[in-house]
């Protein structure tokens, strides 16, 4: 297990009515909460198995920049395949998106 993180955060981008939801950075108050924080995160990537096939990507960005690469990827993957699933999440804090595709 990697070692735990002070803070998790996962944002969840246009699905597929189109709805846009971002959730928010939480900072865990113990070890136990952080490790928790790294099982929720963990299991992103297994839960996506049942939406059916996947595209998963590893893209370092500038972290001023992630709103702005967010958006722009979720257009330009939505332009090429109107109803995908995009999810972004990861370490924002050091610039490392996971931008997944369903």
């Known amino acids: 297990m990697a ?10 981008r246009r699905g597929k009515r189109g709805a846009r939801a971002i959730g928010a950075a939480t900072l865990a108050s113990s070890l136990s909460q952080a ?27 500038p972290i ?9 990827a979720d257009a330009a993957v939505l332009g090429l395949c109107p109803g995908a699933r995009t999810l972004a999440f990861g370490h924002f804090g050091d610039g490392s998106v996971h931008d997944n595709i369903s």
Do not use: H, Y
């Open 35 to 61: 490790r928790a924080f790294w099982r929720l995160r963990e299991a992103i990537s297994q839960a996506q198995k049942f939406e059916g096939g996947n595209i998963k990507n590893d893209v370092a960005v």
């Open 64 to 72: 001023a920049k992630i709103p702005e690469f967010t958006a722009r």
């Open 3 to 12: 070692r735990p993180s002070a803070c998790s955060w996962t944002s969840s």
